[in-house]
T-cell receptor
Framework: DQQVKQNSPSLSVQEGRISILNCDYT??????FLWYKKYPAEGPTFLIS?????DKNEDGRFTVFLNKSAKHLSLHIVPSQPGDSAVYFC????????????FGQGTRLTINP | DAGVIQSPRHEVTEMGQEVTLRCKPI?????LFWYRQTMMRGLELLIY????????DSGMPEDRFSAKMPNASFSTLKIQPSEPRDSAVYFC????????????FGDGTRLSIL
């Protein structure tokens, strides 16, 4: 029972273009969402988050969009840089769930020069 | 500032042996989480603590797994006896209390059971 799904295991984007990573969830109780970035042999690093009261949150090159009716969120990276090559995880939590997060399977992003 | 510190970074041991993984959370954080990452199951939550008290251990796979948090700056995850299927990367994370507070991860322990 995968409550958080990242359907694309991998994505390849040219340097300078936009990278769009997608995530779907099934549990209506989720009311906040986070994106993490992971390099090999390191732990996931927090990137950006969004609460369900918003539909967009922006931080520099990173923007997260939330579509509650579709139970879908996406992470946009503009412009993409070689250092963005990593595995990206989306995670979802519920204010009723006492800090627990449910993670997606991850999408491996490769930025080509 | 020091992040979450895990030790050892790598552990290779034979089936049947006891394995102890260690974690030092970020000072001041109220929550501590243990995760396991495998190719098949991704990143799954094993157990988490709030103010040193275990809150939810429903993700612990079997009685062979146990976790303790004797004080605010130290936690252990123990596997006894270990089995080859326990081979995975184990992550510890910590966070402040509050909705939306991000969890901060250590660099993990790569465990191989032969």
């Amino acid at each position: 029972d995968q409550q958080v799904k990242q359907n694309s295991p991998s994505l390849s984007v040219q340097e300078g273009r936009i990278s769009i990573l997608n995530c779907d969830y099934t549990n209506s109780m989720f009311d906040y969402f986070l994106w993490y970035k992971k390099y090999p042999a390191e732990g996931p690093t927090f990137l950006i988050s969004i609460s369900s009261i918003k539909d967009k949150n922006e931080d520099g090159r990173f923007t997260v969009f939330l579509n509650k009716s579709a139970k879908h969120l996406s992470l946009h990276i503009v412009p993409s840089q070689p250092g963005d090559s990593a595995v990206y995880f989306c995670a979802a939590g519920s204010s009723q769930g006492a800090q627990k997060l449910v993670f997606g399977q991850g999408t491996r992003l490769t930025i080509n020069p | 500032d020091a992040g979450v510190i895990q030790s050892p970074r790598h552990e290779v041991t034979e089936m049947g042996q006891e394995v102890t993984l260690r974690c030092k959370p970020i000072s001041g954080h109220d929550y501590l989480f243990w995760y396991r990452q495998t190719m098949m199951r991704g990143l799954e939550l094993l157990i988490y603590f709030n103010n040193n008290v275990p809150i939810d251990d429903s993700g612990m796979p079997e009685d062979r797994f146990s976790a303790k948090m004797p004080n605010a700056s130290f936690s252990t995850l123990k596997i006894q006896p270990s089995e080859p299927r326990d081979s995975a990367v184990y992550f510890c994370a910590s966070s402040f209390a509050g909705m939306g507070q991000p969890q901060h991860f250590g660099d993990g322990t790569r465990l191989s059971i032969l």
